[in-house]
Structure formats: structure tokens, C-alpha cells
């Protein structure tokens, strides 16, 4: 288990700023709970509180002027269930920590992003993603997911009972309450092969696209829009698939297979990255890009993307392109992935086959907020979705256009927290609740921790829908 690394986002949490540094988060208290009944009556007592995850995102999107809790105290969970192919976690567990656990039983999960630190509740409340034309983004395996609401009841939403609101809650931004465990789709465990090579030619992309992303179970194009190649395609192959890479000279579509490992960044050392030259391995170890024991607890970048409708991918792409000498000077890659289309209300790939334009930028939000400018206006014509936990400037009005269930989120806000107990900048701006009728609404009150009131035990409005769990703070 790479305990070292998960300590460093520990005490990445501890100082109190994200792991990019770029935030500085404005909650006055944070919590660790240790039990689900501490954290019922932090809840109910508080007036506005967010949940933190492993504090990845780059945009505001955890921050809280009021409290921020983190669930990673509770009683750690993973909880299979060999009959309906599905493990019960605790959300603040880790993508490393529960894929290694899922393995060594003979499971695992269908995709997962580049990094294993990411909490599995934070990953899914923003709809990460990893790469794949048949994979969708990691909260499409989200069946089930229990959380506390706003008067510090539990409830339990699920795909069978609670299709809807679960399609609605799942990529949910944290504005809904504080989730406490997901149930995830798991699949028999399965080993991978992973390749890099080097130098597509940008006119075989064009030509290819569709092959390219096809060749493999997860492919990644990494480029820094300064060429006219892409510097490196990353194949991730399943086991029976036909091997991309032997026997033959080691050239594909132009492309030279790569003689030894490689970071996608130019010029760094590929120590951190997972093994690569078609050494087979467990799934864990191979579809993300980076091993769970050295990533570093901070990094010295911003990032932004963009979900792009895939029948625009190369006209997307091509307008990126034309952008390149003012995209150029503060990037230090670009990753383009592959997204299959989901029902998840605020999922960026909601009902859209996707290609995701990534950008890791230096960090420095001076020389990359004029470059994000220029990107979105390029892209807007494709209606691209950006990545919440990421860097945007996209308007309100504009983002709003984007999602066809906005209105039903927005209402389900309103049902959830009438009070905007879990709102923030971020989120009220971009997703504001309809409120319900004054009459419904409960009075916003300020309870003290530990102490939840009488009507902090009623039956909320909503919950009539929902099966619910432990409904009392205990
Ligand atoms: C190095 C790096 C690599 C990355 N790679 C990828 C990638 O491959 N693909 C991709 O799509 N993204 C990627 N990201 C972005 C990252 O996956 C998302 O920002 C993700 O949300 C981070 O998860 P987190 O646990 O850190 O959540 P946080 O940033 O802590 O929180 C994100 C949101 O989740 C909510 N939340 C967290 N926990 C809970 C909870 N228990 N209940 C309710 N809401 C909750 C928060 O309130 C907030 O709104 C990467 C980020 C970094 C830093």
C-alpha cells in the first residue's frame, strides 16, 4: 500500500490549500468526523458546510466560506458483493487504496483517471473521466450512493429504486449533501498492456481518428500543439487483444513505438509513470498513467478541459490548432481522451460520445487565463463542456445552454437544500436552486453541533421518494 503518498494529500489537506496550491480554501472550521452520527450532527448544526475530498480540483468548486468536512475519518469500507457484481465503499477512500483491495478479490473497475489519489466520491461528484470509446466516465459505475442531507438525515438514493434522482445526484457537484458511501459496478479483474509511441503525424490523426482511439481499451493522445506531430500515443491494451506493438518494426500510422518509457510531459522523468512497453500487468497498475507510490502530494501545474461532442473532434481539434501560438507559451501538455456518452444530468458527457481536449498548464494563472480565453472561444461553436473540477471562464448563461437537465438539477438543489446549506460561489453561480414555495421551505436555523433539534429529525420533504437509512443523527 503506498502509505506515503496518501499521507502527503493528508497534510496537502492539513495546509489548508488544494494540491495545485492555487487555492487557498476560505472555510473558517474543517472536520474529520469519525463516525456517520458526528457527522449527521455537524450537518444539522451548521449553516454552510461542503464536503472535501482529496482536494485535486483546480477550480473553486470544494471551497466554502462557511465549514468543510472531510469524510476520509469515517470507517473505511469496501464491501463486495460477488452475487450483483458491486462493492460498497466509503466515499473518502481513494481510487489506489480500493482498486488494489478489488483486485487482490478478483475485481476491478471498468476505467479509472490518471491518478490513483482521487477520492472515489470527489472523482464521481465531478464527473472525472478517464479513456475509452466504450467507457463511460467514472460515476456511470455509481448504483448506489447513500448521503447526508441537509438536516442531517441519511438517505439512500439507488438505480433501482431511485433511477432519476440517482441520474441527477451522482455527478452532483457536492451541492446535494454529504455523500457518505457509493455502491460501484464492478467487472471480473482483467490485465492490460500498455505502448507509447511517438510521432503521429497530425494528418494521420485526421485521417485515423476514429482507428486511433479504436486501437485499444483506453487510448490517450498527448501533444503540445507545437509540431505538426502528436508527441505520443499511449495504447492501453487488453490482454486477448491483437498486440499493437509486436512483432513488426515498431512503426504505426507514421508513429514509432517508443524504446522506453516516457512521461507525457516533455522533458521529465518517466519514474513516476506506470510500466509501459507491453509489459502485461493488473488493470490498476496500467490505466492509470501514474503509479499510486510516487506521485507527489502537490504539483506545479493548472489544468482545464473540455467534452466536445466526438463528431467535432477533428474540427475541434483544428481549431485549437489555429490558436497554438498563444495556447503554447503556458502549456505544458495537452491530453485528448475519449469519453462514451452517459445519463448523468451534469456529466460533461451527458448523452454525448465525447472527445475530452485536456490541457495541463504551468501554474501560473496570469499567462493561462488569456490562452483558457482563447480556447473556450474556439471550442464554443462545438458546445464543449467543460470539466468542473478544472479551470474555466465560461459564463452562467453560456454553460447553462450546454446542459438539458440543468432545470431538473436546479430542482432537485431546491428539494434537497432549501436552504442553500451546500452551495458556494461556484455553484450557485452555475447551478442555482429552485427554490420551493416559501411555505415548504424550512426556516434556515443555526443549530449547535451535537445538538440537532427536534425538527432536524423529522422526516424531511423529499425523502418520501428515497429509501432512506439511519434517518436520525445518532
Ligand atoms: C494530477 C491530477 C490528475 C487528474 N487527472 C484527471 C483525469 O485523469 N481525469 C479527470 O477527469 N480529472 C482528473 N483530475 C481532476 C480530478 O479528478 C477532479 O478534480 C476530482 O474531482 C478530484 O477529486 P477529489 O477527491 O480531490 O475532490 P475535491 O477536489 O476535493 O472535490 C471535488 C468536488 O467533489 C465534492 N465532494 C468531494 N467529496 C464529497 C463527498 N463526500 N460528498 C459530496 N461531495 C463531495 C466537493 O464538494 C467538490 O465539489 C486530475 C487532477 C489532478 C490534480
Avoid at 200 to 225: C, K, M, N
Avoid at 356 to 380: G, N, Y
Wanted: charged content about 20%.
Amino acid at each position: 500500500m503506498p502509505g506515503d503518498s496518501w499521507a502527503a494529500t493528508d497534510r496537502m489537506n492539513a495546509r489548508r490549500t488544494n494540491w495545485a496550491g492555487n487555492i487557498t480554501f476560505s472555510a473558517e472550521r474543517f472536520h474529520r468526523p469519525a463516525s456517520a452520527g458526528e457527522l449527521q450532527r455537524l450537518v444539522a448544526g451548521t449553516r454552510r458546510i461542503r464536503a472535501l475530498g482529496t482536494g485535486h480540483s483546480f477550480s473553486r468548486i470544494a471551497d466554502c466560506p462557511g465549514d468543510l468536512v472531510s469524510v476520509a475519518g469515517l470507517p473505511k469500507v469496501i464491501q463486495i458483493d460477488p452475487g450483483r457484481a458491486t462493492v460498497t465503499v466509503s466515499a473518502g477512500l481513494r481510487y489506489g487504496e480500493l482498486a488494489e483491495r478489488l483486485n487482490e478479490a478478483g475485481w476491478a473497475l471498468r476505467n479509472l483517471g490518471s491518478l490513483p489519489h482521487i477520492s472515489v466520491a470527489g472523482a464521481c461528484a465531478t464527473g472525472t473521466h478517464g479513456s475509452g470509446d466504450a467507457n463511460g466516465n467514472l460515476a456511470t459505475a455509481v448504483s448506489a450512493l447513500e448521503l447526508v442531507t441537509a438536516d442531517g438525515d441519511i438517505v439512500l438514493l439507488s438505480r433501482d429504486s431511485d433511477a432519476a434522482a440517482l441520474a441527477g445526484a451522482v455527478v452532483g457537484l457536492g451541492a446535494l449533501g454529504i455523500v457518505t458511501s457509493l455502491t460501484l459496478d464492478l467487472v471480473p479483474a482483467f490485465a492490460i498492456r500498455q505502448y507509447v509511441y511517438q510521432g503521429l503525424p497530425r494528418d494521420q490523426l485526421d485521417e485515423h481518428l476514429e482507428s486511433i482511439f479504436a486501437s485499444g481499451y483506453s487510448v490517450s493522445l498527448f501533444t503540445d500543439w507545437r509540431g505538426p506531430k502528436i508527441r505520443q500515443v499511449w495504447r492501453k491494451c487488453l490482454a486477448g487483444e491483437r498486440d499493437p506493438g509486436l512483432p513488426g518494426p515498431g512503426r504505426w500510422l507514421g508513429a514509432e513505438l517508443a524504446d522506453g518509457p516516457r512521461h507525457p510531459v516533455p522533458g521529465m522523468s518517466a519514474v513516476h509513470c506506470t510500466e509501459q512497453r507491453g509489459v502485461l500487468g493488473p488493470w490498476q497498475l496500467r490505466l492509470p498513467h501514474f503509479r499510486p507510490e510516487f506521485t507527489p502530494g502537490s504539483g506545479a501545474e493548472l489544468q482545464s478541459e473540455y467534452l466536445v461532442p466526438r463528431e467535432h473532434a477533428i474540427e475541434a481539434l483544428a481549431a485549437v490548432g489555429r490558436i497554438r501560438g498563444r495556447v503554447a507559451p503556458a502549456l505544458q501538455i495537452s491530453e485528448i481522451r475519449t469519453v462514451a456518452a452517459d445519463d448523468l444530468w451534469l456529466s460533461p458527457s451527458y448523452q454525448r460520445p465525447s472527445v475530452a481536449i485536456h490541457f495541463t498548464w504551468i501554474r501560473d494563472p496570469e499567462a493561462v487565463a488569456p490562452a483558457l480565453a482563447a480556447i473556450e472561444d474556439q471550442l464554443a461553436p462545438f458546445g464543449a463542456r467543460p470539466h468542473w473540477g478544472k479551470l474555466f471562464s465560461v459564463s452562467p448563461a453560456v454553460l447553462g445552454g450546454l446542459y438539458q437537465r440543468l432545470p431538473d438539477f436546479q430542482r432537485l438543489r431546491g428539494e434537497f437544500d432549501p436552504a442553500g446549506k451546500f452551495g458556494n460561489e461556484l455553484v450557485d453561480s452555475y447551478v442555482p436552486a429552485s427554490r420551493p414555495p416559501a411555505t415548504s421551505r424550512p426556516a434556515d436555523r443555526q443549530l449547535r453541533p451535537g445538538q440537532p433539534t427536534a425538527s432536524a429529525r423529522a422526516r424531511p420533504a423529499h425523502r418520501g421518494q428515497f429509501r432512506t437509512g439511519r434517518c436520525a443523527p445518532q
